[in-house]
């Protein structure tokens, strides 16, 4: 049997990261998806037709006036599986927001009925003006995923807000949105915060009690969450990966640090997912300066004082209609334990699954029950992290109160 490679028109503005978005368009041909390219005319000023011809294998145009015999500026949006744009210019996002189609490219973004995805990447200013957050919030009203720009350096001195994210992490997110398809966005308008990664509780300046979390499965969740349209933040303790395209990376030390970013973003949130590994303990003394070998003599014992439980905080403070879904690593007695804890912690769902020295930590896949609070139980098997997070999602939600219509 053979099916027909998926369909992507990657639509390129004028903004100077085109150029990483080359890399993005040979990651999506050589996963076997058929790419045109639709670049604005000013795009073509940073990067030429020949390279997006040449990489994608398809021609290239910029306006409606090149073969009209075929229709262009239908077929293409009409045929597409997804319509991705990045970089999205501000002048791009406001074209788009008041459903102008003054060339080949909003044409495409008012004929595609499949998902759409903008990238924006603009300096900062340009990214915060309110004429901008004005068409981003309009256009997401309307559906379309817009990616929350990186933050780090811009073009010249600046650094703030408006990177375009990772080109590796842009496919993450074409791949996923194109593996939902008909199943949507259904995190459209939500905020949910994800905690990953483990807290790091020191001991002197080179020194701490850690654990062996690698945030994975934390990233995994706002990976897919930001494919469901959500707006993702993800409190990351110690966490050694690519910060996941359009998520709002706070990142975290100790079990305090996370308190209080969690505590934070947790204010207007939707959902929040801890699937951090939270230190129960830290040392009691913090020494300045480091701890040296006593000549001869014994080890000073390490006194420990128990750190605050965010989860718990969470359930207690939860504003009306938040979900709160918590993971449990237990090594025995799993599902008792699991219940146990969702109970005491008043989580609407508990992630619970089976840790041991070759299980869990650091690997790609994952297996677990999630526990619901209302006696449900939903059994995930062994599989991707991703897959287990889509299940969270899923559950999240089913559980989630109708958005208000306006
Ligand atoms: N957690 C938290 N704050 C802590 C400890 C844990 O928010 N100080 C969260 C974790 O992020 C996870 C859940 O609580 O979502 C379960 O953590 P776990 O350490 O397994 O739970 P404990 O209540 O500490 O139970 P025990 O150590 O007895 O297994």
């Given at each position: 049997?053979?099916?027909?490679?998926?369909?992507?028109?990657?639509?390129?503005?004028?903004?100077i990261?085109?150029?990483k978005?080359?890399?993005?368009?040979?990651?999506?041909?050589?996963?076997?998806?058929?790419?045109t390219v639709?670049?604005?005319?000013?795009?073509?000023?940073?990067?030429?037709?020949p390279t997006w011809?040449?990489?994608?294998?398809?021609?290239?145009?910029?306006?409606?006036?090149?073969?009209?015999?075929?229709?262009?500026?239908?077929?293409l949006?009409?045929?597409?599986?997804?319509?991705?744009?990045?970089?999205?210019?501000?002048?791009?996002l406001?074209?788009?927001?008041h459903?102008?189609?003054?060339d080949?490219?909003?044409?495409?973004l008012?004929?595609?009925?499949?998902?759409?995805?903008?990238?924006?990447?603009?300096?900062?200013?340009?990214?915060?003006h309110p004429?901008?957050?004005?068409n981003?919030?309009t256009?997401r009203?309307?559906?379309?995923i817009?990616?929350?720009?990186?933050?780090?350096r811009?073009?010249?001195?600046d650094?703030?807000?408006?990177?375009?994210?990772?080109?590796?992490?842009?496919?993450?997110?074409a791949?996923?949105?194109?593996?939902?398809?008909?199943?949507?966005?259904?995190?459209?308008?939500?905020?949910v915060?994800v905690?990953?990664?483990?807290?790091?509780?020191?001991?002197?300046?080179?020194r701490?009690?850690?654990n062996?979390?690698?945030?994975?499965?934390?990233?995994?969740?706002?990976?897919?969450?930001?494919?469901?349209?959500?707006?993702?933040?993800?409190?990351?303790?110690?966490?050694?990966?690519?910060?996941?395209?359009?998520?709002?990376?706070?990142?975290?030390?100790?079990?305090?640090?996370?308190?209080?970013?969690?505590?934070?973003?947790?204010?207007d949130?939707?959902?929040?997912?801890?699937?951090?590994?939270?230190?129960?303990?830290?040392?009691?003394?913090?020494?300045?300066?480091?701890?040296?070998?006593?000549e001869?003599?014994?080890?000073?014992p390490i006194?420990?004082?128990?750190?605050?439980?965010?989860?718990?905080?969470?359930?207690?403070?939860?504003?009306?209609?938040q979900?709160?879904?918590?993971?449990?690593?237990?090594?025995?007695?799993?599902?008792?334990?699991?219940?146990?804890?969702?109970?005491?912690?008043?989580?609407?769902?508990l992630?619970?699954?089976q840790v041991?020295?070759?299980?869990?930590?650091?690997r790609?896949?994952?297996a677990?029950?999630?526990?619901?609070?209302?006696?449900?139980s939903?059994?995930v098997e062994r599989?991707?992290?991703?897959?287990?997070?889509?299940?969270?999602?899923?559950?999240?939600?089913?559980r989630?109160?109708p958005?208000?219509?306006?």
């Amino acid at each position: 049997m053979t099916s027909r490679k998926p369909r992507v028109v990657l639509g390129v503005s004028a903004g100077i990261a085109a150029y990483k978005v080359c890399e993005l368009l040979r990651r999506l041909t050589e996963s076997g998806h058929d790419v045109t390219v639709v670049p604005t005319e000013d795009a073509l000023r940073f990067v030429g037709e020949p390279t997006w011809a040449a990489l994608s294998g398809n021609p290239v145009s910029t306006a409606v006036w090149d073969g009209v015999a075929q229709v262009p500026h239908v077929r293409l949006g009409q045929g597409a599986d997804l319509v991705f744009v990045a970089p999205a210019t501000a002048d791009l996002l406001a074209r788009a927001a008041h459903g102008l189609a003054d060339d080949l490219l909003t044409n495409t973004l008012l004929t595609a009925r499949c998902p759409v995805v903008f990238a924006p990447a603009m300096h900062t200013e340009m990214w915060e003006h309110p004429a901008t957050r004005a068409n981003v919030a309009t256009l997401r009203e309307r559906g379309a995923i817009v990616v929350e720009p990186a933050s780090g350096r811009l073009t010249g001195k600046d650094t703030g807000p408006g990177r375009l994210p990772d080109p590796a992490e842009l496919f993450e997110v074409a791949r996923r949105v194109l593996a939902r398809g008909s199943a949507g966005h259904d995190l459209a308008g939500r905020h949910v915060v994800v905690s990953a990664g483990g807290t790091r509780e020191p001991l002197d300046p080179v020194r701490f009690l850690g654990n062996r979390s690698s945030g994975l499965q934390g990233y995994a969740l706002a990976r897919t969450a930001v494919a469901r349209g959500a707006r993702v933040t993800l409190v990351a303790a110690n966490v050694a990966l690519p910060d996941p395209a359009g998520a709002r990376v706070v990142p975290a030390g100790s079990a305090e640090d996370m308190r209080k970013a969690v505590l934070e973003a947790a204010g207007d949130a939707d959902a929040v997912v801890m699937a951090a590994a939270v230190a129960d303990f830290r040392p009691v003394d913090y020494r300045d300066s480091k701890i040296k070998k006593t000549e001869g003599g014994e080890p000073e014992p390490i006194r420990l004082a128990k750190n605050p439980d965010i989860l718990a905080e969470l359930g207690e403070r939860r504003r009306a209609g938040q979900v709160i879904v918590g993971f449990a690593a237990e090594t025995d007695d799993v599902l008792a334990n699991g219940r146990a804890k969702l109970a005491r912690k008043r989580s609407d769902l508990l992630v619970v699954n089976q840790v041991g020295a070759d299980l869990t930590f650091g690997r790609p896949d994952n297996a677990a029950v999630i526990l619901g609070a209302d006696g449900s139980s939903t059994e995930v098997e062994r599989g991707a992290k991703e897959a287990l997070a889509d299940v969270v999602w899923d559950l999240v939600a089913a559980r989630l109160d109708p958005l208000p219509a306006d």
